[in-house]
């Protein structure tokens, strides 16, 4: 018979631990806004396109030939990445670049690939 070690048998209750960690737990604001974060990063389309930009600043036209799809459905994932903040746009004349937010996106990204690849 195996032994469950994921399961604690004992009863004591390590209060000086306890305390400190409700001290440095975050907010449920803020675990809310973490939770929605990720949510984000669990769809693979979108995956695909985060991919593309963490090579490259891409338009839409560029991303939807890249990846064989509609410039609908890449527009409406790249709306869902910008309102959570993982993509910022910008315009050039008429053409609108989509990028990576920031570095914190782009080592998250590439920290989820390198996990994965082994």
């Known amino acids: 018979m195996s032994k469950n070690t ?35 990063f669990s769809d693979k389309t979108r995956l695909k396109i985060l991919s593309l930009l963490l090579q490259e600043e891409m338009c839409v036209c560029d991303i939807a030939a890249s990846l064989e799809m509609t410039h609908s459905s890449i527009s409406h994932q790249l709306r869902v990445l910008r309102q959570s903040r993982v993509v910022k746009n910008r315009k050039d004349g008429k053409v609108v670049y989509y ?20």
């Open 99 to 118: 990028s990576l937010d920031d570095d914190h996106v782009k080592n998250i990204l590439a920290q989820g690939l390198s996990h994965h690849q082994h």
């Open 6 to 40: 994921d399961i604690c048998s004992c009863n004591v209750i390590h209060q000086d631990v306890v305390d400190k960690v409700a001290e440095n737990m975050p907010s449920e604001e803020l675990l809310d806004r973490v939770a929605v974060f990720f949510k984000v």
